[in-house]
């Protein structure tokens, strides 16, 4: 979907931003580029749309050179959700939502109708929010205007540059939430930029984690968590064996509310033994004394893990 080949990012007085750096994002996964301060992950996000150009190697959408691309072209296909929300003031919310789809030339049924779906999908009533300024809305709400008018013209990649640090910890949590149910529903290539491990582990398939330009690491939020590739990756990552010992399996599951078939765990299996079947198998029912008590799936314990570890080596146990 979106490969770098080489890709490196120098500026006249000789920084080097982006040093070298190759991979590739996959359709439909969450694609989280992680690390401190410096370490290049905004502006490689930037190169993907030439709002930042590179300097050295090649940038591919669809086995397509992005230089290629008429500029219009490739970013109306890349919805972009800023910190800074920028919602236009003086637009009602549907105006600022409408704003790529008129350019476009949709028809105003279609853009209405789209409005109408997209504010009902993150949880915003389309007859109460649609002719609201962006004044009359919480930080939460903007926020979630602002994700959906990425994606009001149904593009393929949404880009998303640490769109949830800005807000209070209840309203972050509720719109990852929101993002990973969304992405359940929509499928998109979405490439996420953040400083937080936890937001990492909770939202991505993959984590690609820069520093200095390079990458140190990537690979699943399992991979980096048990595998950590150096010392600056688990100091970053914060894993610890303790998280193993703090695990019990029953305090991660969720009650079984209907008759779902899949593969089955014992309650007293560990961390490890859990992450191996669940890389294999979506869900696992869990047994205990012969009787299934309830069940489990990545994301509850990729949720669990995210709980238990901080940036800076030490876990939260």
């Not at 397509?64 to 919805?79: C, P, Q, V």
């Not at 030339?105 to 999908?121: A, F, P, Y």
């Not at 939430?177 to 993959?206: C, G, P, S, Y």
């Amino acid at each position: 979907m979106i490969s770098f080949e080489n890709v490196s990012k120098k500026y006249q007085e000789g920084t080097s931003a982006v040093d070298s750096i190759s991979f590739t994002v996959h359709q439909g996964e969450v694609f989280v580029l992680i690390g401190p301060s410096g370490s290049g992950k905004t502006t490689t996000l930037k190169m993907m749309n030439r709002l930042i150009p590179l300097t050295e190697g090649t940038i591919y959408i669809d086995g397509k050179k992005i230089s290629d691309y008429n500029i219009h072209e490739l970013r109306w296909n890349m919805g972009y959700v800023l910190q800074q929300i920028a919602l236009f003031p003086h637009m009602t919310i549907e105006e600022n939502i409408a704003i790529v789809p008129e350019l476009k030339q949709w028809n105003k049924d279609k853009i209405h109708h789209r409005v109408t779906e997209l504010l009902s999908m993150v949880g915003l009533d389309p007859d109460i929010y649609r002719m609201r300024k962006p004044s009359e809305l919480s930080g939460g709400e903007q926020q979630r205007v602002g994700v959906i008018r990425a994606l009001a013209a149904d593009p393929d990649i949404i880009l998303m540059d640490e769109p949830f640090s800005a807000l209070d910890p209840i309203s972050r949590e509720k719109l990852q939430e929101d993002l990973i149910h969304l992405q359940k529903a929509i499928k998109k290539t979405i490439v996420f930029v953040t400083h937080d491990m936890n937001e990492a582990m909770k939202l991505a398939d993959r984590i690609c984690l820069m520093d200095h330009g390079k990458i140190i690491q990537l690979g699943t939020p399992q991979e980096l968590i048990q595998h950590p590739k150096n010392e600056f990756v688990e100091n970053f990552v914060g894993a610890s064996a303790n998280l193993d010992s703090a695990f019990h399996l029953e305090e991660v599951m969720s009650p079984i509310q209907d008759n779902r078939q899949c593969p089955t765990i014992l309650v007293s299996a560990t961390l490890d033994e859990v992450l191996a079947r669940l890389a294999v198998q979506e869900e696992l029912l869990v047994e205990k004394d012969g009787n299934m008590i309830g069940y489990v799936n990545r994301q509850m314990i990729i949720g669990h893990l995210s709980k238990h570890v901080r940036v800076g080596g030490k876990a939260n146990v």
